[in-house]
């Protein structure tokens, strides 16, 4: 009997906890449907203003201090985005091992970078890991304000200008649909156009033409989008960093959901087996009780 209603405790024990990650999974499936429209809304102004300054770039006679190295000898900054809260399966250990492993690089190259910590989750986690923590950043929610980041774009140029830093690169997960999400540390300065960099030099791309006049002049143009361009790909990454996160927690809860069923159904058949023995064991006591009487 005993173990009966040991077995009956923790099946209610499973089903509440079943029940409490069920909620979590519908609130993380809530969050994901917001953060997601707020992703794929800022995609194409960031592939369109990245369009643009490739196209300008191609201009022997564009230049801009943000578009080339400045050959600081100060080391790059690495801003590493992770959650404020956990149970979002490997989310932040996969975005951390990437960081890791830009940091080691820079470190054997004798130019370790400065890493500026997103997230409650990455400070503690870092501190753990021993990465040394210039800044920690832990007051950004899942609907973060751009004003928020142009702050941060802002102040990242001016240090980049003023030769106080050698570059900036950001680590976190690239949101690519709802079954992929890939963690990678992406260049933001200096702003290098793929197409002009895939040429070999500057002003050197394929497949464009320039049979047209700018008004204003390519320079001017450039001095006014590359700063957005800048503040854009920044919050992108933040963008989808945090749709990354409520994937990440939609799996996780729905795989912990899943195996608390399991865990149900198991200790159902265990409860079955011990409640039939001992029904057998307590017919035999009355069977040998009658026929002793006898």
Not at 29 to 52: D, L, S, W
Not at 79 to 95: D, E, F
């Amino acid at each position: 009997m005993a173990k009966a209603r040991a077995i009956t405790k923790r099946r209610k024990a499973v089903r509440n906890i079943r029940k409490i990650t069920q909620t979590m999974q519908l609130i993380a499936t809530a969050r994901f449907q917001k953060c997601f429209q707020r992703a794929v809304a800022t995609q194409p102004y960031t592939r369109k203003i990245t369009e643009m300054i490739q196209t300008l770039a191609a201009l022997e006679a564009a230049e801009h201090p943000l578009l080339k190295p400045n050959d600081s000898p100060q080391p790059g900054i690495l801003l590493v985005i992770t959650s404020n809260r956990g149970l979002c399966g490997a989310y932040n250990a996969a975005v951390l091992r990437v960081a890791g492993e830009y940091y080691r690089a820079g470190r054997d190259a004798g130019r370790p970078p400065e890493i500026e910590m997103v997230g409650k989750k990455g400070v503690n986690i870092g501190r753990f890991l021993g990465f040394p923590l210039a800044r920690k950043i832990t007051d950004v929610e899942d609907r973060i304000a751009f004003a928020r980041v142009a702050e941060m774009a802002e102040r990242y140029m001016m240090l980049y200008q003023g030769g106080e830093i050698s570059g900036v690169h950001v680590a976190f997960t690239q949101f690519i649909s709802t079954s992929s999400q890939r963690p990678q540390v992406a260049q933001l300065l200096p702003i290098e156009p793929p197409r002009a960099a895939a040429a070999g030099r500057p002003g050197a791309t394929t497949g464009i033409r320039h049979e047209f006049e700018f008004s204003p002049p390519p320079g001017e143009l450039l001095a006014r989008l590359i700063p957005e361009a800048v503040k854009i790909r920044l919050f992108q990454a933040f963008n989808d960093a945090i749709v990354s996160e409520q994937v990440a927690r939609m799996v996780a809860m729905k795989a912990a959901t899943d195996a608390a069923g399991d865990m149900l159904r198991f200790l159902t058949r265990q409860y079955n087996r011990a409640r039939q023995t001992q029904i057998t064991t307590e017919l035999a006591d009355i069977v040998g009780g009658a026929n002793a009487v006898q």
